[in-house]
């Protein structure tokens, strides 16, 4: 698409006329004259026709170097098509554990009994496909803590990465402090501090390994900004079978440290939730959507490319071509002057 940044330039276009109508004719003077013994030495002037045809020639050259000088005064350009552009998001970074407990198999999926790191894959696998924008960074933790994806836009790889996942591949046991360490020295390598940043840490127990407490470690994601969310998961009772062969009730969150993860989260201006079932999980996720929501797309940007050097290159080739005649017209009248005077 074509358009003129600057349309009310066009108003320019009758002002040669303007001028010539509202300027006064300057009256030559008939008072003084040139003698001289034959008028052959003037005869380049006696044909009209020729000498008014070359004017009109150079005045319609002109008036289409005004034309084009003008169009370039109101800068046309040339829109291109609509492009997408990446909505500037929140660095999220999701920490999950991949400790022993998570086998428990105390989560249903569907119609079948599925364990806990299972339905986390499922309800966070969603719950980062919403999040178009957002650069997503995953954790996994256990005994250990490591970076799996550091931050990015390519959602897709997050979840395919969060979906090879298993049970026992950081370590049995569950180090809390170091998911929470790792995940700020990230945001601080990437130097993002003055953005939003948000962890989503996932535990279904407390924190038995690692070198940083977990409330050291959320000082130090208070001091950059970083709002964590922290999520227990795991049921409050199942039923398993006895060493006597009936059935009996436990409950399967014994250990989960809600007090710890509820600290963590308040410390830092963000929020513990605990998840029961899968239904549950859900709709804490569908709540950190609501707390911290996707930015919204921004107006499709065109680009666009300015081409004001084409008409104005145009008005100074022909204004150059019109002095170059002149020049030329000049010279040869004044030749031709010498030769018919010296003649004569």
Known sequence: MWSLAWPWMLLALPLPLLVRLLTPAIVGSQDAGL???SFRGFAVLSDRSEVEQLLNWRFWIAIVAWILLVIAAARPERIGDELDVPVSGRNLMLAVDLSGSMDAKDFELGSRRVDR??????????FIGRREGDRIGLILFGERAYLQVPLTLDRETVNTLLLEAFIGLAGEKTAIGDAITLAVKRIHDQGDEGGEQVLILLTDGANTAGEIDPLKAAELAQQIGLRIYTIGIGAEQMVVSSITGGMRRV??????????????????????FRAKDTAGLQEIYRLLDEMEPVAEPEAGFRPVKSLYYLPLTGAFVLASFLALMNLLAGWRAARAGRLHLGAG
């Open 35 to 37: 003698m001289v013994p």
């Open 117 to 126: 790191l299972t339905a986390t894959k499922a309800v966070a696998g969603d």
């Open 251 to 272: 409950n399967p969150s014994a250990d989960l440290d809600e007090a710890t993860l509820t600290q963590i989260a308040e410390l830092t201006g963000g929020r513990y």
